[in-house]
């Protein structure tokens, strides 16, 4: 931005965070890869479990899974279960 002479204008700014989507709008890349994090997520719970209590345990699954699949719920709503 500098080198074109711009200057970024916080209050003007606005950011948006979009998910991933394929060409036929089914998003199944971004189905994938929330699979495949979740299952990256379970893999290290499982590895930890045995060093930490019930309780923490539950606190890492809400905090790291189930931020994970609430996010971007709402677009995923009324897709064709194909």
């Not at 970024?8 to 060409?23: F, G, H, P, Q, R």
């Not at 199944?28 to 345990?57: E, G, N």
Request: a positive charge.
């Amino acid at each position: 931005m500098h080198s074109n002479r711009l200057q970024l204008n916080t209050a003007k700014t606005e950011v948006i965070w979009c998910i991933y989507l394929d060409s036929d709008l089914m998003m199944w890349t971004h189905i994938t890869k929330t699979v495949s994090s979740c299952f990256a997520v379970l893999r290290w719970l499982r590895s930890i479990q045995q060093s930490v209590s019930d309780l923490v345990l539950q606190t890492f699954v809400m905090a790291l899974l189930l931020t994970k699949l609430n996010y971007g719920s709402a677009t995923l709503a009324g897709l064709p279960a194909i």
